[in-house]
């Protein structure tokens, strides 16, 4: 017997699959966010809020590390900030849908982008680039329990995306 989710193995799915007799157990996977900062405590506390039993937070200082570790793992949420050294959030964000379309990274996670001022969230035609590029919430640069509630939002959607999608089994 074998298990095949969404017709790829279950590991590289990001599945943990058990197998007792004729019963196959699929367990969630821990969540993994991406925060992409470049002052260190915004960094580190993001992770406290974020953090939990069932989410690992990463950190990068900048766009360029946030790429490397895209390439080198799977995650659930990008935070980006959006005025992040080498590579700002939305040079990040592209590069991203680069590195997708020619296979070098398997994900295409929601992104939650840092603002750092209120202007930048009233403008409208950088807020629909934003969208456009597969946002999925707006914060201010003050880490804030709303963090912690947006990213929670945004894997319970993945969570629901994933059960929508129901693993065959063969």
């Known amino acids: 017997m074998f298990a095949r989710v969404l017709g790829r193995s279950s590991q590289e799915a990001g599945y943990l699959v058990a197998m007792s007799s004729n019963v196959i157990e699929l367990r969630s996977p ?26 690992t937070v990463v ?3 900048d766009g360029e590390a946030a790429l490397g570790f895209l390439e080198l793992s799977r995650f ?10 080498v590579h700002d959030g939305v040079t990040v964000m592209q590069l991203h849908r680069v590195l997708l379309a ?26 629909n680039h934003l969208l456009s590029l597969g946002v999925g919430g707006f914060i201010d640069d003050a ?8 990213v929670a939002a945004v894997l319970q959607a993945r969570a629901a995306q994933m059960a929508n999608d129901k693993p065959a089994v063969a």
């Not at 821990?30 to 992409?36: E, T």
């Not at 939650?112 to 009233?122: D, S």
């Open 76 to 85: 659930d949420v990008l935070v980006l900030e959006l005025d992040l050294p």
């Open 30 to 55: 821990r969540w993994r966010v991406l925060v992409a900062h470049q002052s260190v405590a915004v960094r580190h506390a993001l992770r406290t809020l974020i953090e939990d039993r069932t989410i």
């Open 59 to 61: 950190e990068a200082a």
């Open 102 to 127: 020619h296979e070098r990274v398997r994900v295409d996670p929601p992104a939650v982008i840092f603002t750092l001022a209120p202007e930048v969230r009233r403008s409208a035609t950088l807020t």
């Open 143 to 150: 880490p804030r329990s709303e963090v912690a509630s947006l």
